[in-house]
């Protein structure tokens, strides 16, 4: 098994696209309109299926907003210059909403930029980031 994609719902398609592919760099995958439904699905990312996963944007045709709730945390990006991309980010217009610096508690160096909806992006410098091997995970889980 493995990731295909993960679905949000955005207000404003055309500038939630502009958002992933201009100030993001992702590309456009595939885009369809269903006006029977009413809705358009619209997939972004870094590459297609099967290679990567994506992001799937729904958009709605009768709702322009939506309340984020308090259920759904971020997606997450790997970036290899974390410091030059959230320069690049603020330039094309997006939102920082946490300045790139390592996390809480640890080392691993992380920042956060804001979708046109609200949706936080988290983004980790992959050169800071430390993984857990699978030994770790069960030595961690039985010791809890």
Known sequence: MR?????IRVGDLDRSL?????????SLISRKDYPAGRFTLAFVGYGSNPEHAEIELTHNWDQNHYDL??????????VSDIYRLCDNIKAA???????PG?????TTVIAFVEDPDGY?????D?????RIG??????NVSAN
């Not at 502009?18 to 992702?26: E, I, K, N, Q, S």
């Not at 217009?93 to 300045?99: L, P, V």
């Not at 936080?120 to 980790?124: A, C, N, S």
């Open 3 to 7: 990731i295909l994609h993960s679905m």
């Open 18 to 26: 502009t958002f992933y592919t201009h100030v993001l760099g992702m």
């Open 69 to 78: 709730g308090t259920g759904f945390g971020h997606i997450a990006l790997g």
């Open 93 to 99: 217009g997006g939102k920082i909403t946490r300045e």
């Open 102 to 106: 390592p996390m809480k508690h640890g």
């Open 120 to 124: 936080k992006i988290e983004l980790i």
């Open 126 to 130: 992959e050169s800071s980031r430390k």
């Open 134 to 139: 699978p030994e770790m995970v069960s030595e």
